[in-house]
């Protein structure tokens, strides 16, 4: 908890600084480096969502497939391993939302996986924010 002072009224203000976790996707839809696009189409259509981070057989973070990746790919056979964007970004679920939104920016990233003790347990994207700031 921090305190914020209204020089203005001479008041304190107590504001909670939100973290990742208060904003952030979860539980995350996954898949594996060898699906196949089809599969993933499936997936995200059926979950209504735009991006999955990606895990080896290991369950090691290997990269992140959007909706955008796959409607580029007219080959629907092929596997998400050759399809994937292999950089992607990691977050902690304790990091703040403005050092994620930073980091966003800084790489020009739409999307974050948040991780937590080795553990892929979210996914964080620019539309949260945009959510986030449209609630008020």
Same mark, same amino acid.
Not at 61 to 89: F, N, P
Not at 122 to 133: Q, T
């Given at each position: 908890? *921090?305190?914020?002072?209204?020089?203005?009224?001479?008041?304190?203000?107590?504001?909670?600084?939100?973290?990742?976790?208060?904003?952030?996707? *979860?539980?995350?839809?996954?898949?594996?480096?060898?699906?196949?696009?089809?599969?993933?189409?499936?997936?995200?259509?059926?979950?209504?969502?735009?991006?999955?981070?990606?895990?080896?057989?290991?369950?090691?973070?290997?990269?992140?497939?959007?909706?955008?990746?796959?409607?580029?790919?007219?080959?629907?056979?092929?596997?998400? *391993?050759?399809?994937?964007?292999?950089? *992607?970004?990691?977050?902690?679920?304790?990091?703040?939302?403005?050092?994620?939104?930073?980091?966003?920016?800084?790489?020009?990233?739409?999307?974050?996986?948040?991780?937590?003790?080795?553990?892929?347990?979210?996914?964080?994207?620019?539309?949260?924010?945009?959510?986030?700031?449209?609630?008020?």
């Amino acid at each position: 908890m *921090s305190f914020l002072v209204d020089l203005k009224v001479n008041t304190f203000t107590k504001t909670k600084i939100m973290n990742v976790s208060d904003i952030m996707i *979860s539980p995350v839809v996954v898949t594996q480096n060898n699906k196949s696009l089809k599969h993933v189409r499936d997936l995200i259509e059926r979950k209504k969502i735009n991006a999955i981070p990606v895990l080896s057989m290991e369950g090691e973070i290997e990269g992140i497939i959007t909706a955008s990746d796959i409607a580029q790919e007219s080959d629907h056979t092929k596997t998400v *391993s050759e399809v994937m964007t292999t950089k *992607s970004y990691v977050i902690s679920k304790n990091s703040g939302v403005q050092d994620a939104a930073k980091m966003m920016r800084k790489h020009d990233a739409h999307h974050l996986v948040v991780m937590d003790e080795g553990q892929v347990i979210g996914i964080l994207s620019a539309m949260d924010f945009v959510k986030l700031v449209a609630k008020g």
